[in-house]
């Protein structure tokens, strides 16, 4: 059974820039949660989505956004990037009646 | 921000002898889950115990929780190279909303010496 598959794993853009990240959870997985990683502030919850609905939001800026299509896979984006976006985004699949939760390898993400 | 704090932070053994880490958190939990992390990589799974569970195994794992003192500890026997990495706890839970959205602690970092 594949894992948790993320790409791109490694991607540099521009302050200003946007982008795009995307995450294919375990098959059977309804439930896709996206968290981000920096050496200040840890590993932080953005998102979870679930059938296509965000369920949960964690505390960041608008300019954080996701979406989950009918086949469980997902997207995050990111809109006007900031130096301080640049960190390991990583994304985790969850499904079945238990609560353990799978992650990916993770996109590095670098803004310059 | 974080649920709770590893302690300790650093921990440095030889090969074949056992590591402890520790973890507290602050608000009721449903379960609480323990991953590894190697520089660089995503995060692998572990353990999962669940807040009705006092000790669980896995392997040379072995984890517990105090729902009492809101801590629980992972004990990973006759440590080899290879464990080498971050550890962290996370906890999914009620004050969330939901048991799918982790909280993480601040991770420890083994590192075994051949």
């Known amino acids: 059974k594949a894992g948790v598959t993320q790409t791109p794993r490694y991607l540099i853009k521009t302050r200003g820039q946007q982008v795009t990240l995307s995450c294919s959870p375990i098959s059977g997985h309804r439930s896709v949660s996206w968290y981000q990683q920096t050496p200040g502030q840890g590993l932080q919850f953005l998102f979870e989505y679930f059938s296509e609905t965000q369920r949960n939001k964690g505390n960041f800026p608008g300019r954080f956004s996701g979406r989950q299509f009918s086949n469980s896979r997902s997207e995050m984006n990111v809109s006007t990037l900031e130096l301080g976006d640049s960190a390991l985004y990583l994304c985790?699949?969850?499904?079945?009646?238990?609560?353990?939760?799978?992650f990916g390898e993770g996109s590095w993400l670098t803004v310059v | 921000s974080q649920q709770g704090e590893e302690d300790p932070q650093a921990l440095s053994i030889q090969e074949g002898e056992n590591a402890t880490m520790n973890c507290s958190y602050k608000t009721s939990i449903n379960n609480l889950q323990w991953y590894r992390q190697n520089s660089g990589r995503g995060l692998v799974h572990l353990i999962l115990i669940r807040s009705n569970e006092r000790e669980k195994h896995s392997g040379r794992l072995r984890v517990t929780l105090d729902t009492s003192k809101k801590s629980s500890s992972l004990l990973i026997t006759a440590s080899r190279a290879a464990d080498t990495a971050s550890y962290f706890c996370?906890?999914?839970?009620?004050?969330?909303?939901?048991?799918?959205?982790?909280?993480f602690g601040s991770g420890t970092q083994l590192t075994v010496l051949p």
């Open positions: 996370a906890t999914g839970g009620i004050s969330s909303g939901s048991a799918r959205q982790l909280t």
């Open positions: 985790a699949s969850s499904g079945g009646s238990g609560n353990t939760i799978y």
